[in-house]
């Protein structure tokens, strides 16, 4: 059974599109986190909630809006797509914050053209 | 300059060789983390130390708070070792994972 799943795994999409990455685990974990990936593989967390309460929010454009409806689900949806924002978008799920191990997904690949 | 430095950040190796990967950190943490994401491009958590030294099979990772320095070592290492290893701190204050650069190892049959 996959622990932290993501969908889609590669999404194309046009410059000033609307666009959703979805994620759920079912580790049955508190915390869950948006991480970044880009083109130099360098990882930077963008948010994490933990009971779906905000807990971190990076500077992070406010194109970029997270929506968790339970603690399972923690989705990310970018408005107005920028060719800046093609990366890998891994997101991760914890037990009660970044103490302890965390478990990530297999990545969503964004490409904006 | 990162909050976390890795070295070095690229690595060959011949399979069975001993293999030494280091972490250095500028920030007050309190605990570290080693990921390995595989070619594929999936991470997956190795460890999570906050003092002295973790093994699980042929990986053992140290940590020395007060020098704030981490190492991951590999013994006996093997083809399928062959992944980009990264140096992860988890800030005192913030509770938010910083990254290092990584460290691309590959290991030859």
């Known amino acids: 059974d996959t622990a932290v799943s993501q969908t889609p795994k590669y999404l194309v999409t046009q410059m000033g599109n609307d666009k959703s990455i979805k994620c759920e685990q079912n580790?049955?974990?508190?915390?869950m986190y948006w991480y970044k990936q880009d083109s130099k593989k360098f990882l930077k967390i963008m948010f994490s909630?933990?009971?779906?309460?905000?807990?971190i929010n990076e500077t992070v454009p406010n194109r970029f809006s997270p929506k968790s409806p339970d603690k399972a689900h923690l989705n990310l949806h970018i408005n107005s797509l920028e060719l800046g924002d093609s990366a890998v978008y891994f997101c991760?799920?914890?037990?009660?914050?970044?103490?302890?191990?965390?478990?990530f997904g297999p990545g969503t690949r964004l490409t904006v053209l | 300059k990162n909050e976390v430095e890795q070295s070095p950040q690229n690595l060959t190796a011949q399979e069975g060789e001993f293999i030494t990967i280091n972490c250095s950190y500028s920030?007050?943490?309190?605990?570290l983390h080693w990921l390995q994401q595989h070619p594929g491009g999936g991470i997956v958590s190795l460890f999570m130390?906050?003092?002295g030294k973790k093994k699980h099979g042929r990986l053992i990772a140290t940590i020395n708070i007060q020098e704030k320095h981490s190492s991951l070592h590999i013994t006996a290492s093997h083809p399928r070792d062959s992944a980009v290893y990264i140096c992860?701190?988890?800030?005192?204050?913030?509770?938010?994972?910083?990254f290092g650069t990584g460290t691309r190892l590959q290991v030859f049959p």
């Open positions: 991760a799920s914890s037990q009660l914050g970044g103490y302890n191990e965390q478990f």
């Open positions: 580790l049955g974990h508190d915390t």
């Open positions: 909630y933990n009971n779906k309460e905000l807990i």
């Open positions: 920030v007050g943490i309190s605990a």
């Open positions: 130390l906050s003092s």
């Open positions: 992860a701190v988890l800030g005192e204050v913030t509770d938010k994972l910083i």
